[in-house]
């Protein structure tokens, strides 16, 4: 059985910085790609960043160069690194693994970005 748990959300500060994990409990962890998405309230859930089984990486237009995502295979977590945080940044976080047959989720966490 696979579970993914995802910790590291938060309050923090405009400019401020975060880092999100993501614990994956099931095996063959590397040889899946990985990605965070996220929702803000009252709005669609959207692709943050994936990363592949060998490191290649996307990111929303939007995020990229404030976001970065990384993972290790020897733990089986994926990171989500967040700097220069903005309100609208604020919503929840899922961590999702792609096994073409089935797709995973975490619980999500909540990131909250205000003064």
């Known amino acids: 059985q696979v579970q993914l748990v995802e910790s590291g959300g938060g309050l923090v500060q405009p400019g401020g910085s975060l880092t999100l994990s993501c614990t994956v409990a099931?095996?063959?962890?590397?040889?899946?790609?990985m990605a965070w998405y996220r929702q803000a309230p009252g709005k669609q859930q959207e692709l943050v960043a994936i990363i592949s089984r060998d490191g290649r990486t996307n990111y929303r237009d939007s995020l990229k160069g404030r976001f970065t995502i990384s993972r290790d295979n020897a733990k089986n977590t994926l990171y989500l690194q967040m700097s220069s945080l903005k309100p609208e940044d604020t919503g929840v976080y899922y961590c999702?693994?792609?096994?073409?047959?089935?797709?995973?989720w975490g619980q999500g966490t909540q990131v909250t970005v205000s003064s």
């Open positions: 999702n693994q792609d096994r073409v047959t089935r797709v995973y």
């Open positions: 099931g095996n063959f962890f590397s040889i899946y790609s």
